[in-house]
């Protein structure tokens, strides 16, 4: 069974910093792809940013040059940083993964807020 476990999320100032993380464990296999969506209240869940197995990334437009996604040497964790945080990027954070099917975290908050 396999399970993600995301860490890193938190309250943080316009224009500030953090880093999350997600392992994935339980599988014995590579996964696909590895990524990120995120859902604000009241909104739709949405993609934030990918990674597969190649390196080859895709981020949603309102976050390029600010966050960069990257998986560890093992392939089953994947990185996000966030970098110039601004209020509207306030929401859960959802790992999420690609193998035989797709695989969801549990969520991670990350308000952005002075």
């Known amino acids: 069974q396999v399970q993600l476990v995301e860490s890193g999320g938190g309250l943080v100032q316009p224009g500030g910093s953090l880093r999350l993380s997600c392992a994935a464990s339980g599988s014995l296999f590579v996964m696909n792809a590895m990524g990120w969506y995120r859902q604000a209240p009241g909104k739709q869940r949405e993609l934030v940013a990918v990674?597969?197995?190649?390196?080859?990334?895709n981020y949603r437009d309102s976050v390029k040059g600010r966050f960069t996604i990257s998986r560890a040497s093992s392939k089953n964790t994947v990185y996000l940083q966030m970098n110039s945080l601004k209020p509207e990027d306030t929401a859960v954070y959802y790992c999420?993964?690609?193998?035989?099917?797709?695989?969801w975290g549990q969520g991670t908050q990350v308000t952005v807020s002075s």
């Open positions: 999420w993964s690609l193998r035989d099917r797709a695989y």
């Open positions: 990674i597969n197995n190649g390196g080859s990334t």
